[in-house]
């Protein structure tokens, strides 16, 4: 069985300052892990995924995140943060090769950005 | 062209009407899926196909039905809309081999 948690349903930072949303997850087969981002009136849009290559993925906009095993983590970052990173954020895992193959997505992150 | 077209991108439907959205991808992926999304739930499956002749229920299936008419074409049909049906729905398509799920742009559905 696979889940996902996202331990912030909203995060407000100032402009250019570090941007963390958290990921949870749990998967019983190896995991596959993605961030999507959902601008207002707009589609999902991909912003970077984990697929048991390098534990440090990056993405586009400048975010990454971090595969961590042991704390069954898959956090996204910033160094810093603009004005047009506001948006939600949803991360979301699947497992590849499980025969059900289909994605579970999180509640989702609200990213505020503060002028 | 979008990879992935869905249509109509808003619509407005009555209680009790029989309403269809369709999607169409130009991905060459065997599998879609349809999704929900409402606030604060993140998105939830509704149904889901492998191939063509292939078609599975997702966590939350009822009051809903799906075509694939074809490997580029997979619809979503509410057969007697209710309210709380009312949501933004999107259809995705993905690659098994590299796992890279495309999202069509989403339908706002309102049922009042």
């Known amino acids: 069985a696979q889940s996902v948690t996202q331990l912030d349903s909203h995060v407000s930072v100032s402009e250019g300052t570090p941007v963390l949303l958290r990921c949870n997850y749990s998967?019983?087969?190896?995991?596959?892990l993605f961030w999507y981002v959902q601008h207002p009136n707009k589609g999902l849009q991909l912003l970077l995924k984990?697929?048991?290559?390098?534990?440090l993925v990056k993405g586009i906009n400048g975010f990454e995140a971090e595969f961590k095993k042991s704390e069954t983590s898959f956090h996204l970052t910033k160094p810093s943060a603009h004005m047009s990173d506001a948006a939600e954020y949803f991360c979301v895992v699947s497992a590849l090769y499980s025969s059900a193959s289909k994605i579970i997505f999180g509640s989702g992150t609200r990213l505020s950005i503060r002028p | 062209d979008a990879d992935v077209t869905q249509t109509p991108r808003n619509r407005i439907t009555k209680t009790g009407k029989r309403i269809m959205l369709e999607c169409s991808q130009t991905k060459g992926h065997d599998r879609m899926y349809w999704y929900r999304q409402d606030p604060g739930l993140g998105l939830r499956l509704i149904y889901y196909?492998?191939?063509?002749?292939?078609?599975n229920k997702g966590e939350i299936s009822d009051g809903y039905s799906v075509s694939r008419q074809a490997q580029a074409k997979f619809s979503l049909s509410l057969e007697s809309a209710i309210p709380n049906q009312t949501a933004l729905y999107f259809c995705a398509t993905s690659d098994f081999r590299q796992g890279l799920y495309t999202f069509g742009s989403g339908t706002r559905l309102t049922v009042v």
């Open positions: 998967s019983s087969y190896s995991p596959s």
């Open positions: 196909s492998f191939d063509v002749k292939d078609i």
């Open positions: 984990y697929t048991s290559a390098a534990t």
